[in-house]
C-alpha cells in the first residue's frame, strides 16, 4: 500500500493517512511534515492536528479545493524524506507519586504483571515516552513505548470521576489525565503539574512530539509542589532523539 493516503473530511478538513499501525517512524514522518508547514505555511491551512498514522488538516475552502490538499501534502510528504531536521526533542519532567489513594489501582497492576509494586514503579519511569498525540479530552496524553512487562487492560467497568493528574495505563499505553473526567484506565499515581489550561495561550504542558519523563517523588512532596504550583518551572530537557531513554522489551 502506498501512503499517504487521502479521506476527506467534511467540507473543509483532509486526513492523510501515513500508515496502520502506531510505530516511531510513522509518527515521525507526520512530526516532519508538521515541521515543514509550521517552516512554510500555507495560506488557507487553518490547522494541523497530528494523532497516531495520519495528519488531519483544516483549511479554507474557498482558497483550496479537495484536490489541491491532496497535491499540497504529497509534496510536503516527498519534501519531508528528504529534510534533515535536527532532531532535537523536548523531554518534560513529570514529578509523580504512586499508588496509596493517588494510584489506587498500583497493586492491580502488580499482581496482573507478577511484579512487586516497587519493580512497577522502577519499569514505568525508566523510560521516555513519545507523545504520540492528544486527545479524548483537551491535553490528554497518549504515549507510546511503555515496557510490555507492566501492560494492563482498562478497567471492566470505567470510572465515573478521575482525578485531574491521574497517571494510567491501559493495555500497552500510559497518559497522564489533565483534568477530572470519566476515564478507564487503571490509575497508578498522580501528578501535581496542571497539564492544562484553557486560559494560557499554549493551554498545554507537552505537544505531541514530545517525550514525557515520569519522575516518582514521594507523597509529601506531592503535596508540597501541589500547594506552591506558582514556584515552581516544570523541568524540560533538550537533546537528541536518539539520546532519549527507551524501554528494554523482555
Same mark, same amino acid.
Given at each position: 500500500?502506498?501512503?499517504?493516503?487521502?479521506?476527506?473530511?467534511?467540507? +473543509?478538513?483532509? @486526513?492523510?493517512?501515513?500508515?496502520?499501525?502506531?510505530?516511531?517512524?510513522?509518527?515521525?514522518?507526520?512530526?516532519?511534515?508538521?515541521?515543514?508547514? @509550521?517552516?512554510?505555511?500555507?495560506?488557507?491551512?487553518?490547522?494541523?492536528?497530528?494523532?497516531?498514522?495520519?495528519?488531519?488538516?483544516?483549511?479554507?475552502?474557498?482558497?483550496?479545493?479537495?484536490?489541491?490538499?491532496?497535491?499540497?501534502?504529497?509534496?510536503?510528504?516527498?519534501?519531508?524524506?528528504?529534510?534533515?531536521?535536527?532532531?532535537?526533542?523536548?523531554?518534560?519532567?513529570?514529578?509523580?507519586?504512586?499508588?496509596?489513594?493517588?494510584?489506587?489501582?498500583?497493586?492491580?497492576?502488580? +499482581?496482573?504483571?507478577?511484579?512487586?509494586?516497587?519493580?512497577?514503579?522502577?519499569?514505568?519511569? @525508566?523510560?521516555?515516552?513519545?507523545?504520540?498525540?492528544?486527545?479524548?479530552?483537551?491535553?490528554?496524553?497518549?504515549?507510546?513505548?511503555?515496557?510490555?512487562?507492566?501492560?494492563?487492560?482498562?478497567?471492566?467497568?470505567?470510572?465515573?470521576?478521575?482525578?485531574?493528574? +491521574?497517571?494510567?495505563?491501559?493495555?500497552?499505553?500510559?497518559?497522564?489525565?489533565?483534568? /477530572?473526567?470519566?476515564?478507564?484506565?487503571?490509575?497508578?499515581?498522580?501528578?501535581?503539574?496542571?497539564?492544562? !489550561?484553557?486560559?494560557?495561550? !499554549?493551554?498545554?504542558?507537552?505537544?505531541?512530539?514530545?517525550?514525557?519523563?515520569?519522575?516518582?517523588?514521594? /507523597? !509529601?512532596?506531592?503535596?508540597?509542589?501541589?500547594?506552591?504550583?506558582?514556584?515552581?518551572?516544570?523541568?524540560?530537557?533538550?537533546?537528541?532523539? /536518539? /539520546?532519549?531513554?527507551?524501554?528494554?522489551?523482555?
Amino acid at each position: 500500500m502506498t501512503y499517504p493516503i487521502f479521506y476527506p473530511v467534511g467540507d +473543509s478538513a483532509i @486526513s492523510a493517512q501515513f500508515g496502520n499501525t502506531i510505530s516511531v517512524e510513522t509518527n515521525k514522518k507526520i512530526r516532519t511534515i508538521l515541521q515543514s508547514f @509550521s517552516t512554510n505555511p500555507v495560506l488557507g491551512i487553518v490547522e494541523l492536528v497530528p494523532t497516531y498514522c495520519a495528519l488531519l488538516i483544516q483549511y479554507d475552502p474557498i482558497l483550496h479545493s479537495y484536490e489541491d490538499m491532496c497535491h499540497i501534502i504529497k509534496e510536503r510528504s516527498i519534501i519531508g524524506d528528504d529534510m534533515n531536521s535536527n532532531g532535537i526533542v523536548r523531554i518534560v519532567e513529570i514529578p509523580t507519586v504512586y499508588g496509596g489513594e493517588y494510584g489506587p489501582d498500583l497493586e492491580f497492576v502488580a +499482581s496482573h504483571s507478577n511484579l512487586s509494586i516497587e519493580e512497577v514503579i522502577a519499569i514505568h519511569s @525508566s523510560t521516555d515516552y513519545l507523545v504520540y498525540m492528544l486527545g479524548f479530552i483537551p491535553g490528554f496524553t497518549y504515549l507510546g513505548g511503555m515496557d510490555q512487562r507492566i501492560a494492563t487492560p482498562r478497567l471492566s467497568s470505567p470510572r465515573t470521576h478521575i482525578a485531574a493528574g +491521574s497517571v494510567g495505563i491501559a493495555g500497552n499505553q500510559t497518559g497522564i489525565y489533565p483534568s /477530572e473526567s470519566p476515564g478507564g484506565w487503571q490509575i497508578i499515581g498522580r501528578t501535581p503539574l496542571v497539564m492544562y !489550561d484553557g486560559n494560557k495561550e !499554549d493551554p498545554t504542558l507537552v505537544r505531541a512530539g514530545d517525550y514525557v519523563r515520569y519522575v516518582p517523588i514521594s /507523597e !509529601d512532596g506531592f503535596l508540597h509542589m501541589f500547594n506552591h504550583l506558582e514556584q515552581y518551572e516544570p523541568i524540560v530537557h533538550h537533546c537528541k532523539e /536518539e /539520546e532519549v531513554r527507551h524501554c528494554e522489551l523482555q
